[in-house]
Nanobody
Framework: QVQLVESGGGLVQAGGSARLTCAASTRIFSISTMGWYRQAPGKERELVAS???????TYADSVKGRFTISRDNAKNTLFLQMNSLKLDDTAVYYCNLKDRRSWPVREYWGQGTQVTVSS
């Protein structure tokens, strides 16, 4: 089975930085699309950034130039470096794994980590 465990959230001042980590316990990490999603109170969960198995990158417009997603396949770990944090970045951040080996695509989620940006 797939287990995803996020860490690195917390309280950060506006303009500051934080780094999220997702530790994956699965053999399929390196061949999976990995992503970070977030959900703010009263809002739907949204994609923040994703990285394909070949390294292709996708970012939400709201975080381009401020956030960087990366992965370490040797350590089964996903990262999200967040710089120039804004109040609107406050949300629960979730790690996501997409197993595209079959159809429909299987998705797995971590439990989430809270990021709170204060003024």
């Amino acid at each position: 089975q797939v287990q995803l465990v996020e860490s690195g959230g917390g309280l950060v001042q506006a303009g500051g930085s934080a780094r999220l980590t997702c530790a994956a316990s699965t053999r399929i990490f390196s061949i999976s699309t990995m992503g970070w999603y977030r959900q703010a109170p009263g809002k739907e969960r949204e994609l923040v950034a994703s990285i394909g198995s070949g390294g292709s990158l996708t970012y939400a417009d709201s975080v381009k130039g401020r956030f960087t997603i990366s992965r370490d396949n040797a350590k089964n770990t996903l990262f999200l470096q967040m710089n120039s944090l804004k109040l609107d970045d406050t949300a629960v951040y979730y790690c996501n794994l997409k197993d595209r080996r079959s159809w429909p695509v299987r998705e797995y989620w971590g439990q989430g980590t809270q990021v709170t940006v204060s003024s």
